[in-house]
């Protein structure tokens, strides 16, 4: 079993930075990933990385704006130049195997997940 649990969100104003933590206890990943839902809409990749030299790989929505990066707890989601329609509930998802490139956008992918953590982006 893995627990998942993750940190750091908030209410920010447009163009601040943010950066969410998620701290994974239990067996051991190869696969971690960031994806958020906003109010009706479904659950979207936003990013992942394999480990042992497997790559990050993000969505075009924030690619050039978030780092995802593996730490000693987990991983880390470093969000720059937030836009209000980053607004939504931030999961980590991670995986026991290595997820193949393909696979890594889809949430089915995902063994493990935490509960969440809100951010709300705002003027």
């Known amino acids: 079993q893995m627990q998942l649990v993750e940190s750091g969100g908030g209410l920010v104003q447009p163009g601040v930075s943010l950066r969410l933590s998620c701290a994974a206890s239990?067996?051991?990943?190869?696969?971690m990933a960031w994806f958020r839902q906003a109010p009706g809409k479904e659950r979207e990749f936003v990013a992942a990385?394999?480990?042992?030299?497997?790559g990050t790989y993000y969505a075009d929505s924030v690619k050039g704006r978030f780092t995802i990066s593996k730490d000693n707890a987990g991983s880390s989601l470093f969000m720059n130049s937030l836009k209000i329609e980053d607004t939504g509930v931030y999961y980590c998802?991670?995986?026991?195997?290595?997820?193949?490139?393909?696979?890594?956008?889809?949430?089915?992918?995902?063994?493990?997940w935490g509960q969440g953590t809100q951010v709300t982006v705002s003027s």
């Open positions: 998802a991670a995986k026991v195997n290595r997820a193949i490139l393909s696979a890594l956008r889809f949430a089915s992918s995902y063994e493990y």
């Open positions: 990385f394999r480990t042992n030299g497997g």
């Open positions: 239990g067996v051991p990943f190869a696969t």
